[in-house]
T-cell receptor, first 116, second 117 residues
């Protein structure tokens, strides 16, 4: 079964510091994709970063990078130089195939609070 | 460019009723996906439509259905509402199918909060 695990329900980070949000996944599919989304208190989801299972290099988007360790089945999100606006829920998700189509499975999320 | 719009923003229904939610994608986007978010189950993928065809589907009962029109606007219908259907329903659009080979970035709407009494 496909599964995403985010073990940190909540985290605190000092402004301007870097923070790592953990995500581990379980799948038997050789081809899959991993995502991170941000959901501020307003409720609107924001796509942050994507990593395909065959991508050789870790994905990077501005201050966001995805630390992809395939053998360990982990896809941690690293946010550099945290800002107050980074306070939000963060969701890890996995794209995988099933029953002739693709599905998206989400983790339970990590609530990040940035302290001034 | 206008973002993804969802109507209505808030909705209250009673058990057994049916409900239809609407999503208008960003202009030029042909793919629309739907998600359900509840405190208990978290975020769950419902389905994705592209060019009026359902391309991808999550694990939801047949009470949940959707469709997409030729102008790419999409509707989601839930029949015979249950208390557990109370949730934030999010819609997202992308130019091409978001799930498939590779990935196309999705842009989300503000959601429709459905309360079932």
């Amino acid at each position: 079964a496909q599964k995403i695990t985010q073990t940190q329900p909540g985290m605190f980070v000092q402004e301007k510091e870097a923070v790592t949000l953990d995500c581990t996944y379980d799948t038997s599919d050789p081809s899959y994709g991993l995502f991170w989304y941000k959901q501020p208190s307003s409720g609107e989801m924001i796509f942050l970063i994507y990593q395909g299972s065959y991508d050789q290099q870790n994905a990077t988007e501005g201050r966001y990078s995805l630390n992809f360790q395939k053998a360990r089945k982990s896809a941690n999100l690293v946010i550099s130089a945290s800002q107050l606006g980074d306070s939000a829920m963060y969701f890890c998700a996995m794209k995988h195939s099933g029953a002739g189509s693709y599905q998206l499975t989400f983790g339970k999320g990590t609530k990040l609070s940035v302290i001034p | 460019k206008a973002g993804v719009t969802q109507t209505p923003r808030y909705l209250i229904k009673t058990r057994g009723q049916q409900v239809t939610l609407s999503c208008s994608p960003i202009s030029g986007h042909r793919s629309v996906s739907w998600y359900q978010q509840t405190p208990g189950q978290g975020l769950q993928f419902l389905f994705e439509y592209f060019s009026e065809t359902q391309r991808n589907k999550g694990n939801f009962p047949g009470r949940f259905s959707g469709r997409q029109f030729s102008n790419s606007r999409s509707e989601m219908n839930v029949s015979t509402l249950e208390l557990g259907d109370s949730a934030l329903y999010l819609c997202a659009s992308s130019p091409q199918p978001s799930l498939g080979f590779g990935y196309n970035e999705q842009f989300f709407g503000p959601g429709t909060r459905l309360t079932v009494l």
